[in-house]
C-alpha cells in the first residue's frame, strides 16, 4: 500500500495538536469540576449506572452497527456467537484476561468456519 | 479466589487467575498484574493500528505522537481512515470531538474516587484515560477499598505504554504485516462484555443494559455518528437511576431489586457498600 494521503508532516502535527485538545478537555474538565466542589448524591447515583449503560453501548456498536452506522446483523454472526461465548466465561470465570484469550479465540474461528 | 470449572494448567499465568492479594509484593507488580490483561489485548490492536496510520502517511514518530497524546484506539483508526479519503483537516478534528466527548463521562463517574488528589495529579490522569483503561480502574475502584488513585494512574500508564509500544512497531512493520482487524478488535468488546457482566449486581442493572443496547442502535443509526454512544448513555444511565429511586422509596420489596447470584466469587464483585457513597 502506498500513502494515499499527502499531508506534510506539519499538517500531521497540527492535527495531532488539535486532536489532543478536543480529546483532553473532555478528560479533564468533569474531574476538575466534580472533585472540586460537593457533588449531590443524586448525580452520584446517576453516574453509578455510566460503567454498565456506556459498556452496553460499545458493545452493541462493534456487534450489531456496521461502520456506516446501519443496524446488521448479518454480517455480524460470528461476533454474536462469540460475545454469547465471551458472556458466559465472564459469567462463570469472573476471568477478565480468559474472557479475552477465549473471545478472540472464538471469533477467530467463527469467522474461518461460517 | 479459586478458578473453577476447567483447570487450564497451561495457562496458569499470574494474570489469568484471581490474585490473593499479597501485601509485600511492590506496588508496581500488582498493579502491572491489573494491567496485564489490557496491555495484552493491545498489542494486536496497537500493531494494526500502527500499520493503518503508517498507510494513512503517518510516519514513526508522529505515530508515537499520536498514540500519547490522544490515546485512543476509536480516535486513531478514525484519524487513519479519514485521511485516506482525504478529509479535510476540520472535519477530521471536529469527528474526534464528537467521538471523544464519551470521555466526559468517564471523569464524571470517576471522579468521587479521585477527591483530594493534587491538581497537577488530576490533569496527569486526564491525559491517559481511556475507555478501557477507564473500564478497568472503575472495577478496581468499585470493588477494591484499597484502590488508589495513584495504582490507577500507574494502570492508565502500563496501558499508554504498551499501546504506544505496539503502534510504533505497527508503524515500523507497515503493510508487511496483515492484521484481521474485525477479529482483533473483538479483544476490546470481550474486555467490555467481561466489565458489563462484572457489573451486573441486580435485575435492574439487566434491565438498564438492556434499555442501554436498545438506545444505542437507536441512536447510532439517528446520528450516524459516536455522538449516539453518548446520547444513549446519558439517557439509559438516567432511566436506572430514576427507577432505582422509584422502586427503592415506593416499591422496597420489587423483584427488579433481587441480587444476582455470581458464581465464582463468594460476593458480588461490586459491592453493595459503594452504592451508599
Not at chain 2, 84 to 101: C, G, H, K, Q
Amino acid at each position: 500500500m502506498t500513502a494515499v494521503n499527502h499531508w506534510n508532516t506539519a499538517q500531521h502535527l497540527l492535527l495531532i495538536i488539535l486532536g489532543f485538545f478536543v480529546a483532553f478537555a473532555p478528560r479533564y474538565l468533569p474531574i476538575k469540576i466534580f472533585t472540586q466542589r460537593k457533588i449531590p448524591e443524586w448525580f452520584n447515583e446517576w453516574m453509578k449506572y455510566i460503567p454498565v449503560s456506556l459498556f452496553t453501548a460499545l458493545v452493541v456498536k462493534d456487534v450489531f452497527v456496521s461502520p456506516t452506522y446501519q443496524f446488521d446483523i448479518i454480517h455480524h454472526v460470528p461476533e454474536i456467537i462469540a460475545s454469547v461465548i465471551v458472556g458466559l466465561i465472564a459469567y462463570f470465570t469472573r476471568s477478565m484476561a480468559l474472557s479475552v484469550v477465549v473471545g478472540l479465540v472464538s471469533v477467530f474461528l467463527l469467522a474461518v468456519v461460517l | 479466589m479459586v478458578f473453577r470449572g476447567v483447570t487450564l494448567p497451561f495457562m496458569e499465568a499470574s494474570f489469568l487467575t484471581k490474585q490473593v492479594p499479597n501485601p509485600n509484593e511492590p506496588k508496581w507488580r500488582s498493579t502491572l498484574s491489573v494491567a496485564m490483561p489490557l496491555n495484552l489485548s493491545y498489542i494486536p490492536i496497537g500493531l494494526a493500528c500502527g500499520v493503518l496510520l503508517h498507510a494513512a502517511g503517518f510516519n514513526t514518530i508522529l505515530t508515537g505522537l499520536v498514540s500519547i497524546f490522544i490515546f485512543s484506539g476509536g480516535a486513531q483508526f478514525m484519524i487513519a481512515s479519514m485521511l485516506t479519503i482525504n478529509a479535510p483537516l476540520l472535519s477530521i478534528v471536529l469527528m474526534l470531538f464528537f467521538l471523544e466527548l464519551r470521555y466526559a463521562l468517564l471523569g464524571s463517574s470517576l471522579s468521587k474516587y479521585l477527591i483530594g488528589t493534587s491538581e497537577r495529579f488530576k490533569f496527569i490522569f486526564a491525559v491517559s484515560m481511556n475507555d478501557e483503561n477507564y473500564a478497568v480502574n472503575y472495577l478496581k475502584f468499585a470493588t477494591d477499598k484499597k484502590w488508589t488513585p495513584r495504582e490507577a494512574l500507574m494502570v492508565e500508564h502500563y496501558s499508554l505504554l504498551f499501546w504506544t509500544v505496539s503502534n510504533i512497531i505497527g508503524s515500523l512493520v507497515g503493510s508487511a504485516l496483515k492484521i484481521d482487524l474485525t477479529v482483533v478488535h473483538f479483544a476490546l468488546t470481550a474486555l467490555f462484555l467481561y466489565m458489563i457482566i462484572m457489573q451486573v449486581k441486580n435485575r435492574l442493572t439487566i434491565f438498564v443494559g438492556l434499555i442501554a443496547a436498545a438506545l444505542a442502535v437507536f441512536f447510532l443509526v439517528l446520528t450516524k455518528s459516536t455522538l449516539g454512544l453518548v446520547i444513549s448513555t446519558l439517557i439509559s444511565s438516567f432511566i436506572g437511576f430514576a427507577l432505582e429511586h422509584y422502586l427503592r422509596s415506593k416499591k422496597p420489596g420489587s423483584h427488579f431489586l433481587y441480587k444476582v447470584s455470581s458464581p465464582g466469587s463468594k460476593e458480588a464483585a461490586v459491592e453493595e457498600e459503594s452504592d451508599e457513597n
